[in-house]
């Protein structure tokens, strides 16, 4: 089946996220992307900003991608997740794998989606450094997204379930998150007491 090669390097970065989306991946390798810059610039539907590749020609940045080999079905998917048409367009990039010229493609944003007020959420930035860390990009651009500027997003049960994904924990920043959590753990908790109970009181009566 025809097939294309898919740069990743923002949340998709690790195969188990990309994977959740479009299904099982073939992991190709990972690329450097001499002349480009990673920024959070691009705006999001859910208020925050998205990871986002600017050109920088003879600036001397460098960012990292991680090439996939997706099939067409699996493109398609794809392009439902990120918005294409809606808030990402797709750019043909030339890179080489194995010594070879291949013609890939990633997503960007365009100049209508852009935004330099926004945050990322801080479980948005978590799936990307998570991400880097597995293709075993360099260090030096690992640490550089982890101090990405961050906001808590309200929300708890959505990042929650980003972070699930890649079994990462969420990390309250504030007393009311911990006490949200809290009580989510002591009502869990009081909901497995009970079933225990129950369960126990009937195997009782039947014995």
């Keep these: 089946m025809p ?47 998205k990871a986002n590749l600017r050109a920088a020609p003879d600036t001397g940045h460098v960012a990292f991608a991680a090439a996939y080999r997706l099939r067409r079905d ?7 997740f990120e918005g294409w048409g809606h808030g990402y367009e797709t750019l043909p990039i030339a890179v080489r794998l194995d010594g070879e010229e291949v013609q890939a493609f990633t997503y960007l944003a365009p100049t209508q989606w852009l935004s330099e007020d926004l945050l990322p959420f801080d479980w948005y930035v978590d799936l990307i450094v998570a991400g880097a860390r597995f293709h075993r990009f360099d260090k030096s651009y690992v640490r550089q997204i982890a101090a ?30 911990a006490d949200h959590i ?8 009081s909901v497995k007491v009970t079933l225990i109970s129950s369960f126990s009181s009937a195997f009782e009566s039947e014995h």
């Excluded at 699996?74 to 439902?80: E, S, T, W, Y």
């Excluded at 809290?182 to 908790?189: D, G, I, Q, S, T």
């Design 148 to 177: 990405q500027p961050a906001k808590r997003d309200r929300d708890l049960h959505r990042a929650t379930r980003e972070l699930s994904e890649m079994n990462l924990a969420l990390h309250p920043t504030t007393k009311g998150d």
């Design 3 to 49: 097939s294309r090669v898919y740069l990743a390097y923002g949340s998709n970065l690790h195969p188990r996220r990309l994977e959740e989306r479009v299904g099982a991946v073939e992991s190709m390798a990972a690329v450097r992307l001499t002349g480009w810059s990673l920024r959070f610039d691009k705006r999001g539907g859910d208020g925050s900003a």
């Design 74 to 80: 699996q493109v398609r998917l794809l392009d439902a």
């Design 182 to 189: 809290l009580v989510c753990v002591r009502l869990c908790a």
